[in-house]
């Protein structure tokens, strides 16, 4: 018997999911853009490094793991996740319950917003993060990881009011106020993406604009009362203003994963930039090839059900996607039927996607050198790994 723990937290599309550490808002924010996938807590990992005697303890409890499933005792995986529609609908269903009995796994799941702390102390065994945060990750915890199945791509798009005509960055003046919730998670893409379309130095506390940050649902309305002339924001945030058409959104509607394609060397028919990846410690991926394999299996299972049923998965559960009038479930549901949906449709990497997502961290090596989502260029590569169905 397989039991496995599934520890709710962020995640870092936008994002969903993480948080700069000295914002006093950061933690709405970090529940909202989880919930799919945006904000992730880097900037604080340093000091939830793991000690030796947790190093010692988690190695034991995988020798005892490992004693425990070949004796037909339960083993244990121990995932950080945010709170989710997929996994609540898997539930719902019946469905994770079916699985369950399939594959004689047990899953419990309790609830915490900081992987990187999840991770340095020793609790876990596979998180959810984006793909830009993996250097950080690694370079903060020491931890080895092995990124091996996807899920939400990074969201928030750059908006700004109706008025004001502007299409891309370039078009606002420089030195312009710019509304973000937080100086990683998505600024992470946005810095890399305004230097190679625009030449633009994009990045809190310097460059060529003034990023301020503040919570996801403070932002539309700063844009609306003129505290900045663009703000990137996740889509549902948005929604009832996206709906009225008071706020539009610029790059001709595109959201990060659709632009990524436009940026030089990448050259790609598929859409990049994951906030929600599925990693695991190198050392739990190496000996747990069956609990991997059957998770990835659960989760795609998710993703199909997801795509068969969108439109009542958002009306079951609109607060995962952070809206309760009628006319803005309905918004979300028709943004998410088109081809804004930030679920993918396959859990599962090939070797072609993998090379041409790792190519988005070394365009953060090209950054200004004191943005502080800038790679150095002897930055260790994090591991993918495709895993066959």
């Known amino acids: 018997m397989l039991t496995m723990v599934l520890v709710a937290c962020g995640g870092g599309d936008d994002g969903s999911s993480s948080t700069g550490p000295d914002e006093t808002t950061a933690a709405t924010s970090a529940d909202v853009e989880s919930t799919t996938g945006e904000e992730t807590t880097a900037e604080s990992s340093a000091e939830t490094m793991a000690s030796d005697d947790t190093t010692a303890e988690t190695s034991a409890e995988t020798s005892a793991e490992t004693t425990a499933s070949a004796s037909g005792e339960p083993s244990v995986i121990r995932f950080s996740f945010a709170p989710d529609p997929v996994w609540d609908y898997l539930i719902d269903t019946g469905e994770l319950a079916k699985w ?23 609790h876990g065994d596979i998180v959810s993060i984006g793909t830009q945060e993996l250097p950080v990750l690694e370079g903060e915890t020491s931890i080895e990881t092995v990124s091996f199945g996807k899920y939400n791509f990074q969201r928030s798009p750059m908006m ?13 003046p420089p030195g312009s106020t710019i509304c973000v919730s937080s100086p990683v998670s998505n600024t992470t893409f946005w810095t890399v993406a305004m230097n190679e379309l625009h030449g633009i130095d994009y990045r809190v506390g310097g460059g060529d ?15 609306l009362n003129g505290d900045c002339e663009a703000a990137v924001v996740i889509p549902e945030a948005a929604a009832p203003y996206l709906r009225s058409g008071e706020i539009v959104i610029m790059y001709d509607g595109l959201m990060p994963f659709q632009m990524v394609s436009q940026f030089e060397g990448i050259d790609s028919d598929e859409q990049h930039d994951m906030s929600n990846l599925f990693t695991s410690t190198e050392e739990y991926f190496d000996s747990h090839p069956r609990e991997i394999k059957a998770f990835l299996a659960l989760w795609q299972r998710g993703l199909d059900l997801w795509a068969e049923n969108k439109a009542e998965i958002i009306a079951t559960y609109p607060q995962h996607f952070s809206v309760e009038a009628e006319e803005d479930i309905e918004f979300i549901q028709s943004f998410m039927e088109g081809d804004s949906d930030w ?31 800038k790679l150095p260029e002897d930055y260790s590569v994090p591991r993918f790994e495709a895993v066959a169905p």
């Open 100 to 122: 369950e009995e399939e594959n004689n796994i047990t899953m419990e799941t309790s609830a915490t917003w900081d992987e990187f702390t999840y991770f340095a102390g020793g």
């Open 160 to 172: 700004t009011r109706a008025d004001t005509g502007y299409e891309t960055l370039e078009d606002v």
């Open 209 to 223: 604009y003034e990023l301020i940050v503040n919570d996801h649902f403070v932002n539309p309305q700063n844009l």
């Open 343 to 373: 679920f993918v449709e396959s859990v599962y990497l090939d070797e072609q996607w993998i090379e041409d997502e790792l190519k988005i961290l070394d365009l953060m090596v090209d950054l200004h050198p004191d943005n502080p989502n």
